[in-house]
C-alpha cells in the first residue's frame, strides 16, 4: 500500500488498508488458502455486511495476491477470483410504514423540512434518495398526477419510467424549490 501512496488518494488507501486488516486479523495464524478465502466471505456477511462489501474486500484480498505474483513475490495466488463463488443472499427485511412515519416525524421535529420531504418522496414513488434529490419540474406532470423520469441507476438502458404521485406527494413538491 505504501508504494501506491503517489498512484492513489487517500480514501481508497484508508479503504484498503482496513480491507487487508480486517482479513489478515480472519486468517490470523494459518496459512492463506481458496478455503480460508472463501470462508472470508462468509464471515463478511455474518458479521453485518452487505453482498456487494463483502465481495469488494474479498476483491482487495484477491488483487494484493494478484500483485505479489506480478511482484515475483509468491507463485500462486490462493485467493481464487470470486466469480468461482456464489455469495449467498442475506434476507433483508422490507421497511415499514411505521419506520418511515419515525423518518418523517424526526426529520420534522429538526426543522428539516427538506428530508420530510425527501423520505416522502422517495416511500411513495421508489425512487432512489440521488433521484429525488435531482427531480425537476419539467419531470413532474400534477395534471396527470406523474412523475416521468430516467432513474439513474438505469440510465445506461435509456428507459424512462412513469410514477403516479399522490395528492399529499404534490402538495409536499409545491413547498419544496
Known sequence: LEGQS????????RDYRERLEVFAKFAG?????????????????KTGRGRRTAAAYYCTVQSLYAWLI????????????L??????????QPITAEEIEKLL??????????????????WETGLR???????RWH????AERVVRRMPIKTQRFG???EIPISDALIEAMKDTP
Not at 6 to 13: I, K, M, R
Not at 70 to 81: E, G, H, M, Q, Y
Not at 139 to 142: D, M, Q, S
Request: hydrophobic content about 45%; aromatic content about 6%.
Open 159 to 161: 428507459k424512462v419510467v
Open 105 to 122: 416525524s424526526q426529520a420534522r421535529a429538526d426543522g428539516r423540512r427538506d428530508w420530510a420531504y425527501m423520505v416522502q418522496c422517495a
Open 83 to 92: 466469480k468461482r463463488f456464489a455469495i449467498p443472499t442475506v434476507e433483508r
Open 29 to 45: 495464524d494459518r496459512p492463506v488458502t481458496a478455503l480460508v478465502a472463501k470462508s472470508f466471505l462468509g464471515h463478511l456477511l
Open 70 to 81: 506480478d511482484s515475483a513475490l509468491i507463485d500462486a495466488n490462493p485467493v481464487p477470483k
Open 6 to 13: 503517489g498512484l492513489l488518494t487517500e480514501s481508497p488507501l
Open 129 to 135: 434518495l440521488g433521484d429525488v434529490a435531482t427531480l
Open 139 to 142: 419531470e413532474v406532470n400534477i
